[in-house]
T-cell receptor
Framework: AQSVTQLGSHVSVSEGALVLLRCNYS??????LFWYVQYPNQGLQLLLKYTSAATLVKGINGFEAEFKKSETSFHLTKPSAHMSDAAEYFC????????????FGQGTRLTINP | EAQVTQNPRYLITVTGKKLTVTCSQN?????MSWYRQDPGLGLRQIYY???????DKGDVPEGYKVSRKEKRNFPLILESPSPNQTSLYFC?????????????FGPGTRLTVL
């Protein structure tokens, strides 16, 4: 069975500081990995995804994530936080073969301090 | 424009009064899902459908029904709502092909059961 763990339900950084949101997954077969963002009172928007091509994936709004198979991780980073990055972020995993289920982590709420 | 629509966006109802939340997509996707989002739990899949007349249970199907009579529509039915079904609900439509996997989310339906 596949699962996703996001370390830290709340992360707070200063404007201009590095953003690092952690995601670890478990999957018995090669995974697809995703990061979604949810702004207040809105739906989910795809930030970026890994589908077995380049391990460093660039997404929208300056975010990127690196797939590290040896660490079973897919951490999300942004070099310099902006106030508009305040939102909830979800990591998700599905599998290349077999079940089509998309499994989400618990979410990390990112707060940006001025 | 590719989109997933849900109606209603907000609903307050009372225990036991049957309700239906509609979901429609215009992308001709075969795969659709319903999720509920609760604080600290991320998104949990309620039901999914891999094509017309093909539906299956997700992680939290109790108290819900779905149907898929047409490819574009995937309504969620609560026959006898209870307060523990108060939640934020998302419908999603998904395209999965060779080397790609993209899920599109609706704007969400906030349901309160009194």
């Amino acid at each position: 069975a596949q699962s996703v763990t996001q370390l830290g339900s709340h992360v707070s950084v200063s404007e201009g500081a590095l953003v690092l949101l952690r995601c670890n997954y478990s999957s018995s077969v090669p995974p697809y990995l995703f990061w979604y963002v949810q702004y207040p009172n809105q739906g989910l928007q795809l930030l970026l995804k890994y589908t077995s091509a380049a391990t460093l994936v660039k997404g929208i709004n300056g975010f990127e994530a690196e797939f590290k198979k040896s660490e079973t991780s897919f951490h999300l980073t942004k070099p310099s936080a902006h106030m508009s990055d305040a939102a909830e972020y979800f990591c998700a995993v599905s599998q290349l073969q077999g079940a089509q289920k998309l499994v989400f982590g618990q979410g990390t709420r990112l707060t940006i301090n001025p | 424009e590719a989109q997933v629509t849900q109606n209603p966006r907000y609903l307050i109802t009372v225990t036991g009064k049957k309700l239906t939340v509609t979901c429609s997509q215009n992308m001709n996707h075969e795969y659709m899902s319903w999720y509920r989002q609760d604080p600290g739990l991320g998104l949990r899949q309620i039901y999914y459908s891999m094509n017309v007349e093909v539906t299956d249970k997700g992680d939290v199907p109790e108290g819900y029904k779905v149907s898929r009579k047409e490819k574009r529509n995937f309504p969620l039915i609560l026959e006898s709502p209870s307060p523990n079904q108060t939640s934020l609900y998302f419908c999603a439509s998904r395209y999965r092909g060779s080397g790609t996997d993209t899920q599109y989310f609706g704007p969400g339906t906030r349901l309160t059961v009194l």
